[in-house]
T-cell receptor, first 114, second 110 residues
Framework: GAGVSQTPSNKVTEKGKYVELRCDPI?????LYWYRQSLGQGPEFLIY????????DSGLPNDRFFAVRPEGSVSTLKIQRTERGDSAVYLC????????????FGEGSRLTVL | QKEVEQDPGPLSVPEGAIVSLNCTYS??????FMWYRQYSRKGPELLMY????GNKEDGRFTAQVDKSSKYISLFIRDSQPSDSATYLC??????????FGKGITLSVRP
């Protein structure tokens, strides 16, 4: 595709449930990032992949959050035992080589935990 | 104190006005400075990208960085209703991790 694709665009779930959010980066981009944006706030860094490996996961808030990128392309963000405070827009971005290059963002997955 | 502070909004201006948006930061390691524009229910898109101190101009947009004061600005000349969006400053050191400001919502009235 031409841009970063994220699915689902909206997800409503109940407290305690498990959620998976998917990101398909721009073809050929080796770096992939997940950010979380709460209402009225700027995006906050969660995790950065270079290829298949997580180069920096320092932004993951706790062990309920986990992300994978098994083949170096599509990534899945997994949230276990969701809490109401997890409600936010989860943004995925990719860049050609990582480093300080331009990030291209998807439209986000809006998660609502009831 | 947050690493990046952005002037609170919202901001409403008439069409044609000059808009000034500002951010301050505390981390001396930041070297790369960006402005992103985000329309409602869309992802952020890169507007301006600068390295270290100085000015950069692109059409109606000018980005300024003053590392000595830890202060960055975005100026929009001849503002248009289509400029109505949320503007986010962002910055990074030598790694890829961007730190964003809170964002300011701009409304340009026709």
């Amino acid at each position: 595709g031409a841009g970063v694709s994220q699915t689902p665009s909206n997800k409503v779930t109940e407290k305690g449930k498990y959620v998976e959010l998917r990101c398909d980066p721009i073809s050929g981009h080796t770096a992939l990032y997940w950010y979380r944006q709460s209402l009225g706030q700027g995006p906050e860094f969660l995790i950065y992949f270079q290829g298949t490996g997580a180069a920096d996961d320092s932004g993951l808030p706790n062990d309920r959050f986990f992300a994978v990128r098994p083949e170096g392309s599509v990534s899945t963000l997994k949230i276990q035992r969701t809490e109401r405070g997890d409600s936010a827009v989860y943004l995925c971005a990719s860049s050609l080589n990582g480093g300080t290059g331009e990030l291209f963002f998807g439209e986000g997955s809006r998660l609502t935990v009831l | 104190q947050k690493e990046v502070e952005q002037d609170p909004g919202p901001l409403s201006v008439p069409e044609g006005a000059i808009v000034s948006l500002n951010c301050t930061y505390s981390n001396s390691a930041f070297q790369y400075f960006m402005w992103y524009r985000q329309y409602s229910r869309k992802g952020p898109e890169l507007l301006m990208y600068t390295y270290s101190s100085g000015n950069k101009e692109d059409g109606r947009f000018t980005a300024q960085v003053d590392k000595s004061s830890k202060y960055i600005s975005l100026f929009i000349r001849d503002s248009q209703p289509s400029d109505s969006a949320t503007y986010l400053c962002a910055m990074s050191g030598t790694n890829s991790k961007l730190t964003f400001g809170k964002g300011i919502t701009l409304s340009v009235r026709p």
